[in-house]
């Protein structure tokens, strides 16, 4: 998934703008812009921080803004996530999906995506690559359900994943958990498509990809953090954790204190019980 921040400079003359994949745009501010399939027919739209529109691929747009700088969220929807959220199969491809051209799409599932894609870009993207390839096939997902032209029904499986898949990928995370995992090596250690593991894991665990190597990392910090040895910031590297502050962040999130807090508390836990044991 590519995202961009763009932004129209004021111009008194239209350009023309050729879109290669599909988009999803999302407006950052207030503003107006003048839109039109040709420079003979553009109209002029006003629109709201957070509202949307999808613009399909191989589409020329002329553009147009009276405004300073009107600055609009752009979010690539790459082919892989197409053909993978219009067939659960590995057989799909990005053709069998035709997305329409929509000037004000309302859907609240698709904002809330992209307002949690622009939130991950405004930090960063501390989260890392799983969580974005998550991000996209949950937005591709949900724009080839309301807003294809075509596509193929996105199948529906029943169970999860098998014992001996869930020990696998249980392993391939653990493996490598400090670098950057994506979805799609997720699904390849498994040999399914990125839509159908997605589904069978989340059946399988309760939990997305992205939460369970989230949780696997934690898991691995506690480990590492009741010792008095090592700095915070070794632990965050070697957990897979792009910054110490990312790290801090996260499992204050989920264990309610920082990782320095968890450590004193464990090492005056065992002081405690050392001394109770020498006195009985």
Known sequence: MRVAVNVLECATEPRVSVQHQPALMMALRTGSVEVGARCSEMKKFAFGAGEMCLVPRYVETWLRTDDL?????????SDAALAAACDGTTGGTAGDVELRRVGKL?????GALAAAVN????AGFPSGRLFLDSLEQ???????????VRH????AHRGGLGSARLRRIKEFVDAKIEDELTLCEMAQAVELSTAHFSRMFRKSTGETPHQFLLRRRLERAK???????GRVMDVAVACGFKSQQH???????????????????????EK?????????
């Open 69 to 77: 700088r009107y600055s609009y969220l752009s979010v690539d929807i």
């Open 106 to 110: 309302v859907d609240a599932r698709v």
């Open 119 to 122: 939130a991950e870009r405004a």
């Open 138 to 148: 949950a937005l591709a997902v949900a724009l080839v359900n309301g807003f294809a």
């Open 152 to 155: 193929r029904s996105v199948q």
């Open 223 to 229: 480990l590492m953090l009741r010792s008095a040895d």
């Open 247 to 269: 790290f801090a962040q996260a499992f204050r999130r989920v264990c309610g204190i920082c990782p320095t807090e968890y450590r004193q508390e464990f090492l005056d836990h």
């Open 272 to 280: 405690t019980d050392a001394r109770e044991l020498v006195n009985s």
